[in-house]
């Protein structure tokens, strides 16, 4: 059983930065950054393999935010930048023990975190 816990969300400006961090409790390869506001399922922001280093990010996101690990520290990181109201959701971290490929589909993450609230002002 892993324990993932999200750390880094709060209150910022449009245009600001945030940087989330997931710890794990174990070392996992394939672990990814989703996002959920009211009334919408929830999305997948980024993914990343750690022992390749492949990453995905979201369209929406492309450019502005980058996912990256310390496998070691057994921790994840989601760098926000140059955020937009549109952004404001929960995020959550999420990670799959079992995948031995980066994974984009939420329902392959066995692990998830309770969530970290991220609003961005206009």
């Known amino acids: 059983q892993e324990h993932l816990v999200e750390s880094g969300g709060g209150l910022v400006q449009a245009g600001g930065s945030l940087r989330l961090s997931c710890t794990t409790s174990?070392?996992?390869?394939?672990m990814g950054w989703f996002r959920q506001v009211p009334g919408k399922e929830r999305e997948l922001v980024a993914a990343?393999?750690?022992?390749?280093?492949?990453?995905f990010h979201a369209d929406t996101v492309k450019g502005r935010f980058t996912i990256s690990g310390d496998a070691a520290k057994k921790t994840l990181f989601l760098q926000m930048n140059s955020l937009k109201p549109e952004d404001t959701a929960v995020y959550y971290c999420a990670a799959c023990q079992s995948c031995m490929i980066l994974t984009i589909r939420a329902q392959r993450y066995e692990y998830w975190g309770p969530g970290t609230q991220v609003t961005v002002s206009s």
């Open positions: 990343i393999y750690m022992i390749s280093g492949n990453t």
């Open positions: 174990g070392r996992i390869n394939s």
